[in-house]
Nanobody, 126 residues
Framework: QLQLVESGGGSVQAGGSLELSCEVSGGRLTRGCGMGWYRQPPGKERELVSTITRDGTTNYGDFVKGRFTITQDRSNDRLHTVNLQMNSLRTEDTDVYYC????????????????WGQGTQVNVSS
């Protein structure tokens, strides 16, 4: 059974940095097409923070504006860890950040249907 474990959340002052990490285990990791991070502001739908595919293609939410960097770790062709370095954090970045893992299903894009972690809280104070 696929399991995602997130770490690295916490509290920081505006302008500071945090690094989130997510490790996935179980499942058929050699079939994973990508991993990433999403967040869900209160009263809003879950939104993209950043994703990275197996071939290293990255995608970022518009609000990131060069502040965050996503990286992945693979071994033996298993996609198993994703990290998100967040710099120049703003108060509006306060949220619960969710790790996502995606398999590639025929006829669908990567990240069309994700497995989710439990979430890690990020608090940015002024």
């Amino acid at each position: 059974q696929l399991q995602l474990v997130e770490s690295g959340g916490g509290s920081v002052q505006a302008g500071g940095s945090l690094e989130l990490s997510c490790e996935v285990s179980g499942g058929r990791l050699t079939r994973g097409c990508g991993m990433g991070w999403y967040r869900q502001p209160p009263g809003k739908e879950r939104e993209l923070v950043s994703t990275i595919t197996r071939d290293g293609t990255t995608n970022y939410g518009d609000f990131v504006k060069g502040r965050f960097t996503i990286t992945q770790d693979r071994s033996n062709d298993r996609l198993h860890t994703v990290n998100l370095q967040m710099n120049s954090l703003r108060t509006e970045d306060t949220d619960v950040y969710y790790c996502a893992f995606s398999y590639k299903y025929a006829g669908y894009d990567c990240f069309a249907d994700n497995y989710w972690g439990q979430g890690t809280q990020v608090n940015v104070s002024s």
